[in-house]
Structure formats: structure tokens, C-alpha cells
């Protein structure tokens, strides 16, 4: 009896390492090409020539596929999802907990979770945290500067960011998680919500 193979499907691969690969390729280029917002999931799958279930299966969501496109931990898009899940009573020290206990985890400056970076993937950074952060926050607010709290809010998280990870500057470098979220969780929450 002779064995008749049928032609593979279009997208297919002999491994879902392969396959896991080309969608992670397809989605750089086209997260650089059209921005955050531009990519689709169905333009990366159609780019990597896999189904767009592929692209959930492997990554779950849009965001979980630019975290790992850009090599950030792939428990930084549930982990947003639990900070505004909570509402708007504890937010800031829950958006510091996550920032920090992912950073820490990561081993790495954050830009360092770029292969290359430059002006076009600070860019990419920026409206990535745009969407998912930023306009998050100001959606949460029921204020006319909902945006500047939001952007203030930005600017508390960026200078732990850079003093923490980048600078290394003491003690905010070597203090625990708890420290920091209990120092710098009310100043973000005041950032939100104090009358000013």
C-alpha cells in the first residue's frame, strides 16, 4: 500500500518552535513598520503565514505578543490587566508593585528588552504605553486633566524606572519591593485622585 501525503497547508510548520519564531519575526517588523497600533494580529499571522489562532495560541493576546516582540516579561500584560482590573482605590501602589516586581524579575533595563535601542523603538514604547497605560489611567478619571494625572503619573514611574534600574542610584536601587511600594504607591495615588 503506498502512502499518499496530502500537501501541507499554507503556514505550517515542522515545529511549534518554527512556527513560534516566524510569528515573533513578522510581528518586529510590522510592530516597526506600523506601529503598536498599526500591526494587527491578522496582518502578523498573515505575514508569518500561520492561521491568527496561532498568534493567540502562542502569545494570548495583541499585548502579549509585543511583550514578547520586544522581549518583555509575559507577565507584564496580565499583570496590567489585574492593576486596572482593582478599580481606582489602590492603584498607585498596585501599578508600582507590578512595575517593580517585573523589572526585578526581568534582570535587565528596560531598554534593554530592545534589540536595537533607537528613536523608532522608543517610539514604539511610548504608544504602547500610550494605550495600555496612559489612556487606561485617564479613562479611570472623571476629571478634565485626567490626561496630565495620567502623564504625571507616567513621570513618577519613569524616574523609579531610570533611578532603580538605569542610574542604580542608592537606596532606591537596592530597596525592597515593599519599601518602594509603600513610598512611591501613595505618590502616584496622589498624582490620580488629590484635588490640585
Given amino acids: 500500500m503506498t502512502e499518499h501525503s496530502s500537501p501541507a497547508r499554507p503556514g505550517r510548520w515542522r515545529t511549534g ?37 496561532m498568534v493567540f495560541y502562542f502569545f494570548g493576546t495583541k499585548q502579549g505578543l509585543f ?10 500584560p496580565p499583570a496590567l ?28 533595563a528596560p531598554r534593554a528588552m530592545l534589540t536595537r535601542a ?15 497605560v496612559t ?7 472623571d476629571t478634565p486633566d485626567a490626561a496630565f494625572r495620567a502623564g504625571m503619573v507616567n513621570v513618577q514611574l519613569l524616574g523609579l524606572t531610570v533611578a532603580r534600574y538605569v542610574v542604580r542610584i542608592e537606596p532606591i536601587a537596592s530597596a525592597s519591593v515593599d519599601v518602594l511600594v509603600n513610598r512611591f504607591g501613595p ?6 485622585t488629590e484635588d490640585g
Fill in 17 to 53: 518552535a518554527e512556527s513560534k519564531q516566524r510569528i515573533l519575526d513578522a510581528a518586529r517588523a510590522l510592530f516597526r513598520e506600523h506601529g503598536y497600533g498599526g500591526a494587527t494580529v491578522r496582518a502578523v499571522a498573515g505575514e508569518a503565514g500561520v492561521d491568527p489562532g
Fill in 135 to 141: 489612556r487606561r489611567l485617564a479613562d479611570l478619571l
Fill in 118 to 132: 533607537d528613536d523608532q523603538a522608543d517610539a514604539l514604547i511610548r504608544e504602547y504605553v500610550d494605550r495600555e
Fill in 187 to 192: 505618590l502616584v495615588q496622589r498624582c490620580l
Fill in 67 to 76: 511583550a514578547a516582540a520586544i522581549e518583555m516579561s509575559a507577565q507584564v
Fill in 81 to 108: 490587566e489585574e492593576v486596572f482590573a482593582g478599580g481606582l482605590d489602590g492603584l498607585g501602589e498596585r501599578i508600582v508593585r507590578t512595575l517593580v516586581e517585573n523589572l526585578d524579575a526581568s534582570g535587565r
